[in-house]
């Protein structure tokens, strides 16, 4: 303002539009706190004499920088002003609220927006626009704004998508509504879209805080079932996944039990996973897992460790097609890693290790049980083992052979006796 300073003690008068001018420059260099200050002691000073065209300005500027609060302040102040404001503003104003997810601007002028081309006979707010209002009511929790921006959508005759109906989820849970959480999944459903894991996040984050909740969710499905509605497998793998991090391991095994009453579709690798995943190995797990593999036939990609465990468990307790499985998984997953020692071009690159050899505690175990049941494919994993490890070959193939030397010795004993 120095420079307004200079202008007055030499009796120049600086009018509206020098203020105008010096206002516009501080924007054009990126002033924007003090552009507004000044333009409020403008205001304040009871010389509102600025243009019009310079509150135009400041309204389009603040809210293509994000400004939204300050923007909506300064559409107010254009408002006061004896020209008419453009309509355009407010749909402009909405969009940048909406999509920085200012609630309160969103609110006020989605309000406006809406009653005016409501009584004018418009079609606008755009649709990108109106999911930005959706993301924004269900940010806030406001189930009223939601469903009166999907309504919107509806009409229009808009093909709803999965991003349609996350946020109105969200804004379930945001009211602490979970059976709408709920019931939304199926509407999902209904709408011949199948939920993922994906749009359960939020429902899985509430149940974690609340794991008290889950039975009274379960029970809520199946209200849902007798109401008509089709159950989506996501919407019980969510209850699932909340007693399995809780580790009540029975209680979600309970879950995948009764819910087998009301499926209409077969369980998926989301509802074993968190089973298969849980921290402590035990009985049900191993029951998980054959569950698992007589639905899909074939093994989730577990990390490797949690896989040679539960290959190993199985093979102990007997389950050698469940062992098997999981002990191949493993190759499966370390066929597709390699490694190099450094990314430099023209320095050799090395393969990983053997998985068999990384895992090589939980290969012995495994052809231990099954040498000492006898069982039919000993061989054939010996076999195997000798092209892959052979100092594993040799300590197991004495194993064989103490047991034979053995067998003979109690042969021979019994035959001496009689």
Not at 161 to 175: C, K, T
Request: hydrophobic fraction near 45%; charge should be negative; charged fraction near 25%.
């Amino acid at each position: 303002m120095s420079i307004f300073t200079s202008l007055k003690n030499d009796w120049i008068d600086a009018g509206p539009n020098h203020n105008a001018y010096y206002l516009v420059g501080l924007l054009r260099d990126g002033q924007y706190e003090l552009a507004l200050d000044i333009l409020e002691n403008i205001r304040a000073a009871s010389r509102n004499t600025l243009p019009t065209w310079v509150y135009d300005i400041f309204v389009l500027v603040y809210g293509q920088k994000g400004f939204v609060a300050e923007a909506v302040k300064l559409l107010e102040y254009r408002r006061a002003q004896a020209v008419s404001t453009p309509e355009d503003f407010a749909h402009f104003l909405l969009d940048a609220c909406s999509s920085a997810l200012y609630y309160k601007g969103t609110k006020e002028l989605w309000q406006e927006v809406v009653a005016t081309e409501a009584v004018a006979g418009k079609h606008a707010p755009s649709d990108g626009t109106v999911q930005h209002v959706l993301n924004t009511a269900a940010a806030h929790g406001d189930m009223e704004l939601a469903m009166q921006a999907l309504d919107v959508l509806v009409e229009r005759n808009v093909q709803m998508r999965v991003h349609h109906f996350e946020p109105i989820i969200d804004a379930y849970l945001s009211s602490k509504d979970v059976d709408g959480a709920l019931r939304m999944l199926c509407v999902m459903k209904r709408a011949g879209l199948d939920p993922q894991k994906e749009s359960t996040r939020s429902l899985f984050m509430w149940l974690r805080e609340v794991p008290d909740q889950v039975e009274s969710c379960f029970k809520s499905l199946e209200e849902l079932k007798k109401s008509g509605y089709d159950i989506p497998v996501a919407a019980v793998n969510v209850l699932i996944e909340a007693r399995c991090v809780s580790a009540n391991i029975s209680g979600a095994a309970n879950i995948y039990a009764k819910s087998q009453k009301f499926l209409d579709v077969a369980p998926n690798s989301d509802t074993f996973r968190p089973f298969l995943e849980a921290d402590a190995l035990s009985a049900m797990v191993l029951d998980m897992a054959q569950e698992s593999l007589r639905h899909s036939g074939c093994v989730p990609a577990l990390p490797t460790r949690r896989l040679a465990q539960i290959a190993r468990l199985a093979a102990k307790r007997g389950l050698f097609d469940v062992s098997g499985a999981y002990l191949f998984k493993i190759d499966e997953l370390y066929a597709t890693e390699t490694c190099t020692t450094s990314s430099k071009p023209g320095e050799q690159a090395f393969e990983v290790p053997d998985a068999w050899v990384m895992h090589e505690s939980e290969v012995r175990d495994i052809a231990q049980a099954l040498l000492a049941v006898d069982h039919g494919r000993w061989s054939d994993l010996l076999a195997q083992i000798h092209g892959r490890n052979e100092a594993l070959a040799q300590e197991l193939r004495s194993m064989e052979k103490s047991a034979k030397d053995g067998g003979k010795e109690r042969t021979v004993a019994s035959v001496g006796e009689l």
